[in-house]
C-alpha cells in the first residue's frame, strides 16, 4: 500500500500576459509552490490604436496546457488536489450567450474607447466626471451597447476573465467580491442598487436584459462559489477524484496579489513600483468609502468585503527607466565589468543625498488622469547646477517624483482619517533593500520588503483556495479572514522604520514638488501650442 498522498491545491492567474497554474502544498504551513505550470496568448491582432483585446478561447487553451504542464511534474503524483482558486486580469468584459459561450471578443482593463462613458457614469452617479475609471466593466458595457448593440442583446451573463475561467470550472455565475466591485461600484457587500437602478432608468433597453440581472451573484472568500464539474475534469485532464471539490470564487488580480502579499487587516497598504506604480490599502469598518471620493483614488473591495483604496499611477517607472538607461549608459560603458545599467547606478542612488543636491523632477511622459494630467511631455528636471549634475542625483529625483505622486494619494487617504500604519514593497526596486529606508523616509511609515515573486497573483489564488477548502471541511470554524492570513508561516521580512532627518528633508522637498505640480498645467500649454 502506497503513502498517503498530502493535500494540495491549484492556483491559477488569468494575467494580460499569460497564464500561470500553481500546484501548492497546504499541510505545508508555508503554502510552498511544487509545481507551475504556464500557457501563453496575445492580443487580438490589427486593432486600432488604445485597443486591447484577446480570445476567451485562448484563455481556455492556455489552462489546458499549464494544467497538463503541472501534471507532467514528477512530484504530483504524491499530492491529492483538494480545491481550486482562481485570479485574473480585473475589469475585462466577457459576453456569455445563453448557451454559455463567449461572444465576441474580450475589452481588456487597458483599452481606452470608453473614456466617455465612463465620466458619464460618473457624473450620473455621483455628480462628477472623474469617479468612474474607463476600466470599470460597467462603463465598457454601456460602450458595447452602444456601439455593438446587436451584441448586447444576445448577452445573458457578463463577467470577467477570472469569472470566465471559474464559469467553465463550475458552470456557476459567482463571482468575488473584490473582481465585481472592479465591474460595478459596490455597497454593503453587494452592488449598489441606486445605482444600478439609475443606470436601467437611463440606459435600459427593451432588447438588452438589464444589467442587474447580467452581473455575477457577489461571493465573499470562504463562501460558496461552485465546485469543479466532472466536465471541466475531463477536459483539462484533471485526476477523476477532483470532481466536486470547491473552487473559490474567483477574484481580481488586485486583491489576489494582496492575499499573496499577506494583507489583510485594516491600515496595511501594499506599494509595487513598475510600468505603472500602485498602492493599496486595506481600509476598516468604521470609514465610508462614498464620502472618501477623489480623482486619484479608486474604490475597490478586498477578498473578504473590506474598502480597498488604490492609488494608481500610470506614469510609474518610466521616466526614472528612461533616465537611467540615457544617463548612466555612458558610465557603464566605462565599467570594465560589464554590469547592467541598473546595477552600476542603484548605489549611486542610494548614496545621493535626500534633496538630490537641489534637483526636482516631474514624470510625465504619459497623461496621469487622478492628478488631472490630461497629456503626456512635460516629464521635466529643474534645478540643474555644475555641482549637482551627477547620475545619483539625477536618477534618484526621478524615482521620487512618481514617490511623490503616490504620496498625493496616500495623504489625501490620511487627511480624510483612514488609518495608514505600514507599508509592504514589493517588484523590481526591492532588488536593492536601501530603497526600502527611502519609501519609509518619504511615506514616513515602516516599511516591510517582500521578496521579489512573479507567482503573488497565482499564489494569492491558492491561498483563497486553501481558505474555501478549511471553511468547506469544517463549517463550524470561526476563524476569520486576516487571522487566517497571520496564521501562514512566512519568512522573516527585511524592515525599515523612518530616519527623522533624511525623512524631514524630504517632506521640504515633496512640498516644493507641490509647488511645481501647479505649474504642470502652463507646461502642458506651452507644449502643446504651435508658437
Known amino acids: ?21 500553481l500546484l501548492v ?13 504556464e500557457g501563453s496568448y496575445g492580443f487580438v491582432p490589427n486593432l486600432a490604436s488604445g485597443s486591447y483585446e484577446q480570445q476567451a478561447s485562448d484563455w481556455d487553451v492556455a489552462l489546458k496546457t499549464a494544467i497538463q504542464h503541472v501534471m507532467a511534474h514528477p512530484a504530483f503524483v504524491n499530492y491529492q488536489i483538494v480545491a481550486v482558486g482562481v485570479a485574473g486580469q480585473m475589469h475585462g468584459h466577457v459576453l456569455v450567450d445563453a448557451s454559455g459561450e463567449a461572444i465576441g471578443t474580450v475589452r481588456l482593463w487597458c483599452d481606452a474607447r470608453n473614456q466617455a462613458e465612463a465620466e ?23 460602450w458595447t451597447m452602444r456601439n ?66 447580467l452581473l455575477p451573484e457577489v461571493v465573499l472568500c470562504g463562501d460558496d462559489a461552485g465546485n469543479l464539474t466532472a466536465e471541466a475534469v475531463s477536459w483539462l485532464g484533471l485526476p477523476k477524484e477532483t470532481i466536486g471539490i470547491p473552487v473559490a470564487a474567483a477574484e481580481g488580480d488586485q486583491p489576489a496579489t494582496l492575499v499573496g502579499s499577506l494583507i489583510g487587516h485594516a491600515g496595511m497598504a501594499s506599494l509595487s513600483f513598475g510600468t505603472s506604480v500602485c498602492a493599496n490599502l486595506v481600509g476598516g469598518s468604521s470609514e465610508d468609502p462614498a464620502k472618501i471620493m477623489s480623482p486619484g483614488v479608486n474604490h475597490f473591495s478586498a477578498v473578504n468585503g473590506q474598502p480597498i483604496y488604490m492609488v494608481w499611477l500610470r506614469n510609474g517607472t518610466t521616466y526614472f527607466n528612461t533616465i537611467v538607461k540615457s544617463y548612466g549608459s555612458a558610465s557603464v560603458a566605462m ?25 526636482l523632477a516631474m514624470p510625465f511622459m504619459d497623461d496621469e488622469p487622478g492628478l488631472g494630467v490630461t497629456s503626456g511631455g512635460t516629464a521635466t528636471l529643474i534645478g540643474w547646477n555644475p555641482n549637482n549634475a551627477i547620475p545619483g542625483n539625477v536618477c534618484k529625483a526621478a524615482l521620487l517624483s512618481t514617490m511623490f505622486n503616490l504620496k498625493k494619494g496616500v495623504d489625501y487617504l490620511k487627511q480624510n482619517r483612514v488609518n495608514v500604519s505600514e507599508i509592504f514593497f514589493s ?33 494569492g489564488a491558492a491561498v483563497l483556495a486553501k481558505y474555501r477548502w478549511q471553511k468547506k471541511s469544517n463549517p463550524a470554524d470561526q476563524q476569520d479572514w486576516p487571522d487566517f492570513l497571520k496564521s501562514i508561516a512566512t519568512k522573516q ?29 502652463e507646461l502642458q500649454q506651452l507644449m502643446n501650442s504651435s508658437c
Not at 498517503?4 to 500561470?20: E, M, R, S
Not at 565599467?335 to 534637483?359: H, K, T, W, Y
Open 1 to 21: 500500500m502506497g503513502d498517503k498522498k498530502k493535500k494540495a491545491v491549484l492556483g491559477i492567474d488569468n494575467g494580460t500576459q499569460g497564464l500561470t497554474a
Open 25 to 37: 502544498d497546504i499541510d505545508d504551513p508555508t503554502l510552498p509552490v511544487i509545481a507551475t505550470g
Open 493 to 521: 521580512m527585511q524592515s525599515f522604520c523612518p530616519n527623522p532627518p533624511d525623512s524631514a528633508i524630504y517632506q521640504t522637498s515633496y512640498r516644493k514638488y507641490d509647488q511645481l505640480l501647479k505649474l504642470q498645467p
Open 148 to 213: 455593438q448593440p446587436e451584441l448586447a442583446e444576445s448577452v445573458d451573463f457578463l463577467t470577467t476573465p477570472a469569472g470566465w475561467l471559474s464559469f467553465r470550472l463550475t458552470n456557476s455565475k459567482r463571482l468575488g467580491i473584490g473582481d465585481s466591485s472592479g465591474m460595478f461600484p459596490m455597497g454593503t457587500k453587494n452592488y449598489r442598487q441606486d445605482l444600478l437602478q439609475k443606470f436601467q432608468e437611463r440606459y435600459g433597453s427593451e432588447k438588452v436584459r438589464p444589467l442587474s440581472e
Open 335 to 359: 565599467d570594465n565589468e560589464g554590469r547592467d545599467v541598473f546595477d552600476s547606478l542603484m548605489p549611486q542612488i542610494v548614496d545621493a543625498p535626500a534633496d538630490c543636491g537641489g534637483l
Open 120 to 142: 458619464e457614469l460618473s457624473q450620473l452617479f455621483y455628480g462628477r466626471p472623474d469617479n468612474v475609471p474607463k476600466r470599470v466593466t460597467a462603463a465598457r458595457w454601456l
Open 427 to 459: 517588484g523590481g526596486l526591492t532588488k536593492t533593500p536601501e530603497m526600502g529606508q527611502v519609501v519609509a523616509d518619504v511615506f514616513e511609515l515602516p516599511v516591510h520588503l517582500l521578496p521579489g515573486s512573479e507567482e503573488g497573483c497565482s499564489w
